[in-house]
């Protein structure tokens, strides 16, 4: 870009001036983010992982740190809670995780073949959960789930009542938030509530951008519609797929706020409403063991890396950077 | 892959294979689907104008109620709510008016500037997109207790002024709305590169900054792990603590809870209406595709 001007025998100034900013100015642009992440996200995480060989109680002052080792993971992976941790945030995050996206894409599908009018009404009205409150819809949640008097319940008990469908909706009231059997779904119900309108909204994305000609294309070679999904929208989809899903993934593994509210904190009964990060949270705050809970993150980290890895062999290609 | 621009979406024409049958399928998924989704806002607002004994009744309250009144005293009695939903607003506006300025900066970077070592420091963005929040939060909360910033909202603003997805949606934008013709043109006109971003690419991204702007502030008003940590009093407390609090408690009022909830969403709720034809246009053109 600059090659006009640096061909000439003499420079005056000012022209040497703007070859030297606009030579810079690209590094200064970008180094905001790169400066916050040095100082609010690798300077923290390098900490972290210092921090998991430590033991340390926060109350106590810096000067009382003392390196013991691989301890903390060893102690972590000896805790029965935490196993139980981990695997509730696993069937957390896929009877959170599957759902969504089994009915986001049918759901994007729909929205993208029906009317143009109606089109951005129905899609705001899939995002809207998205851009509420976790606190809030979770408080409102914990009222509808609840055992006695709760809409949810009442809502299946009365389709019960209804013929021929009524079988597949229980006749007894489903104890949401007290049983430990029926802790998770309810999570998950909210979840996927919340998460399957910003899923929606990532495929609509991705069928938008597929060529109308190909279609088209296929159309004249004579393909049916089921043809037509199978080998166009489904290949095309893909990226799509791998970018949502792994957002998912990603946050599934760092569930909080919902089961925190939904439980009021306390893990629910059996402790099966108890995530990592909660437990985390827990073993900070309350048992005030930083190097505990520093370890536990970089165990969860590992876990969320191994399955993007496997994500990634199943569904990648270029992954969230894509090429465009 | 083909990127279209959020702000000409590409003009998709009318399907005339389709059956009607499936058509009245999809409408009618469509409206079951789209009455779930806004059924828990419905009860919000009920919830709102209901005592705790309504509440918890058989069946639930399904119209509006006459006890929004004394709710709304018994929220203000617990807690200073108002306070509350002031400090939200701080952070999400101090949040998002500095995202849109450094990341429209480093997008405009990224975009339009060939320079050494573009092409590593873009694939490392990208990499700290993948990195799970909760990683640092333990010695994040020790930054802040060492920086005295425990309590302060710019605990939560400082760190959160420019976002790895806000340069990387604003790269695409620039990249795809923007004539690199026009950034010489200025060039000749004698601008400097600043001038340049602040004369010709700030008014021209204005849509992208909409979409930017409204998940930023969304994601920032409904941030509660991290405010968790960071503030400590019932003054500088955010509306989601403010909320978790009140039900935490062992007394819920719950009547005074749903109103805070309702409270809490409206303002989420006008923004919405505001700008969500923005939003949704520039989430899904171009910006978000893997």
Known sequence: ?324 | MTVSTMAAPQPRTKKATVVPLSRWAAYLLLFFGGLLTLAPFFFMFVFATHDRSDIFQLPPPLWFGDNLQENYRNLLERTPFWRNLWNSLYLAVMTTATTLFFCTMGGFGFAMYEFRGREPLFGLLIATMLIPGTLNLVPFALIMQALGWIDTPRALWVPGMASAFGIFLMRQYIGTAIPRELIEAARIDGATEFGIFRRVVLPLTKPAMATLGLVTFVQSWNSFLLPLIIFRSDQTSTAPLALRSLQGIANTDWGALMCGVALTVIPLLILFVIASRQLIAGLTSGALKG
């Open chain 1, 1 to 324: 870009m600059q090659a006009p001007l640096t061909h000439r025998p003499t420079l005056s100034l000012a022209a040497r001036w703007n070859n030297f900013q606009r030579r810079y100015a690209p590094y200064l642009f970008i180094s905001p983010f790169f400066i916050l992440f040095a100082a609010f996200g690798l300077f923290p995480i390098l900490f972290s992982l210092y921090l998991s060989f430590q033991d340390w109680q926060p109350t106590t002052g810096l000067g009382s740190m003392k390196f013991v080792g691989w301890r903390n993971y060893t102690d972590n992976l000896t805790d029965p809670t935490f196993w139980q941790s981990l695997k509730n945030t696993l069937i957390l995050a896929v009877e959170s995780g599957i759902p969504q996206h089994l009915i986001a894409i049918p759901l994007a599908i729909a929205i993208h073949t029906s009317l143009r009018r109606i089109q951005n009404l129905v899609t705001a009205v899939y995002f809207l959960p998205y851009i509420t409150s976790i606190v809030a819809i979770s408080v409102i949640f914990f009222t509808l789930f609840s055992w006695q008097y709760g809409a949810i319940n009442a809502a299946l008990n009365a389709l019960h009542t209804v013929p021929v469908i009524g079988p597949l909706f229980p006749a007894e009231k489903v104890n949401w938030l007290g049983d430990p059997g029926a802790v998770q779904p309810a999570i998950a119900t909210v979840i996927i509530w919340r998460y399957t309108g910003w899923n929606t909204l990532l495929y609509l994305a991705g069928l938008q951008a597929i060529p109308r000609e190909l279609y088209e294309a296929a159309q004249i070679d004579g393909a049916n519609r089921w043809q037509q999904f199978r080998f166009i929208t489904l290949p095309l989809l893909r990226p799509t797929m791998f970018m949502a899903v792994t957002l998912s993934l990603i946050g599934g593994f760092q569930l909080f706020e919902e089961p925190f509210i939904l439980t009021n904190g306390s893990g629910g009964p059996g402790q099966t409403g108890l995530t990592t990060v909660m437990y985390m949270y827990r073993t900070y705050t309350a048992y005030s063991d930083a190097g505990l809970a520093a370890a536990m993150v970089w165990l969860l980290f590992l876990v969320i890396g191994v399955l993007t890895l496997l994500n990634n062999r199943i569904f990648g290609r270029s992954g969230l950077a894509g090429r465009d």
